[in-house]
């Protein structure tokens, strides 16, 4: 059921940065197993893209989608296990076909990108937080572990991270049910794991000390097209002299996109590690000159990524030349598929990304109704791991909406997450509800 939207599709969904996730595998093991010259550094972590490869993507891409699917049938499940969600076998598939229905989960289960991991990465922490002392050794292990591969998969992951490890180190230190239930230290291993992994590779390949080699500038990108940065280049370069400011009126900013991709962009030059040095001067010098001007549009952004769901994104927008050069293989078998012939693009999947946001925002709704009986009975678990969702939630539009750019995509690889929170905690209101009504008839349907 999670990889339904793949097999709809006839193939596993592929997106434009998928082509250099997997390129980057492919050359990695180029390396490792042949000695090709030359190490990848492509502005982004290689681990996803390492893990890919492993899974035999030179032949299909099909096992990709397929442990991804296992793996979030398995966090799932443990979820209800352990939340204590009274629910068949059969309830809990229910749960799994539910959120395939109406949320976007199936669809970044099936596409080979990293961003399902964001999710995934969350629960992990959740469980780990709310729940240890009902999880096995192998199970606190085994999320722990998943946890960490999830934050060496993408950047924006370690910032969620950061995020719930700092959520969960106040509830510690400031409520008694946080110290009785907590283990912060179990919440920092996969962030301060996941940051080493994060440093190393581009420490040994380039000497620099960076999150992911030949990192792009897109805080930068982001200043540049709100105008602010480019305000502050235009009063300062007769004073400081940036590379930017040789060719000032060229430089495409329509779009953080453009400014970063585009031909004519000074970012796709030879000048681009100069840039990459200065931009942090620049950004800056753009908060010092403009504070109010950048704190407004940055709470902008926030507040349009917080709301934006849009999992049909980018969908048709894949470039199958760099497809056929990296993995020719698979190249046949992407042809036939839905997502080729053009039956993904915006118009033909518009009513589903309508039902994502209107399940959001009612999810949201519901999560806010839900948690007042469960503040009244004190249900603390429960509670805990609303706040880390709705932290994780903030902590994912911040990341993306201020730094990359306001995509409904972001969103939508964590949004899924509030209304399983509903399902489990509606269940077990009402379990608790028709146990109090008939507790001898309760207590012998219920399942072990």
């Given at each position: 059921m999670l990889s339904a939207a793949a097999l709809w599709n006839g193939y596993p969904l592929l997106f434009p940065d998928t082509v250099a996730y997997l390129g980057d595998g492919h050359q990695i093991m180029q390396r490792i197993l042949y000695g090709t010259p030359g190490w990848p550094a492509n502005g982004r972590p290689i681990y996803y893209g390492l893990a890919a490869w492993l899974l035999d993507p030179p032949f299909t891409l099909w096992p990709v989608v397929f442990v991804q699917a296992i793996l979030v049938a398995w966090i799932v499940k443990l979820s209800l296990r352990c939340f204590q969600v009274p629910l068949s076998r059969v309830g809990v598939l229910s749960v799994i076909a539910l959120l395939v229905l109406v949320t976007p989960v199936s669809w970044y289960v099936s596409h080979v990108m990293p961003d399902i991991f964001a999710g995934v990465l969350v629960l992990c922490m959740v469980l780990v937080e709310c729940c240890a002392d009902r999880l096995s050794t192998i199970e606190t292990l085994a999320l722990l572990m998943l946890a960490t591969a999830s934050v060496t998969f993408h950047v924006s992951h370690l910032v969620i991270a950061l995020a719930l490890l700092a959520q969960g180190t106040l509830l510690w230190v400031f409520s008694s049910a946080g110290r009785r239930c907590l283990r912060p230290l179990l919440l920092a291993i996969p962030v301060f794991a996941g940051l080493s992994g994060l440093l190393i590779y581009p420490w040994i390949v380039r000497h620099d000390l960076a999150l992911a080699p030949n990192s792009l500038p897109w805080p930068l990108a982001r200043a540049m097209t709100d105008g602010p940065a480019m305000a502050y280049l235009r009063a300062s370069c007769d004073k400081t002299h940036y590379v930017l400011c040789d060719n000032l009126d060229s430089i495409p900013t329509k779009e953080p996109e453009a400014f970063i991709w585009s031909s004519g962009s000074p970012v796709q030059s030879p000048a681009f590690q100069q840039i990459r040095r200065q931009s942090n001067a620049i950004l800056l010098g753009t908060m010092e000159m403009y504070p109010i001007w950048m704190l407004r549009i940055a709470l902008g952004h926030f507040a349009a990524q917080l709301v934006s769901v849009q999992s049909e994104a980018f969908f048709t927008d894949f470039d199958r030349d760099k497809l056929q050069s990296v993995l020719p293989r698979i190249v046949p078998a992407f042809d036939r598929s839905e997502q080729r012939a053009g039956h993904f693009d915006a118009s033909h999947l518009r009513a589903m990304n309508r039902l994502h946001g209107i399940v959001y925002g009612l999810a949201?709704?519901?999560?806010?109704?839900?948690?007042?009986?469960?503040?009244?009975?004190?249900?603390?678990?429960?509670?805990?791991?609303?706040?880390?969702?709705?932290?994780?939630?903030?902590?994912n539009a911040l990341v993306t909406g201020v730094i990359s750019g306001v995509h409904g995509r972001y969103q939508g690889r964590v949004c899924w997450l509030l209304l399983l929170w509903v399902i489990m905690a509606g269940c077990v209101l009402l379990f608790d509800r028709r146990h109090s009504r008939h507790p001898s008839k309760t207590a012998m349907a219920a399942p072990a």
């Open positions: 949201t709704i519901a999560a806010a109704v839900l948690a007042v009986p469960l503040w009244r009975r004190s249900n603390q678990r429960f509670l805990m791991a609303l706040v880390a969702i709705i932290v994780a939630l903030v902590a």
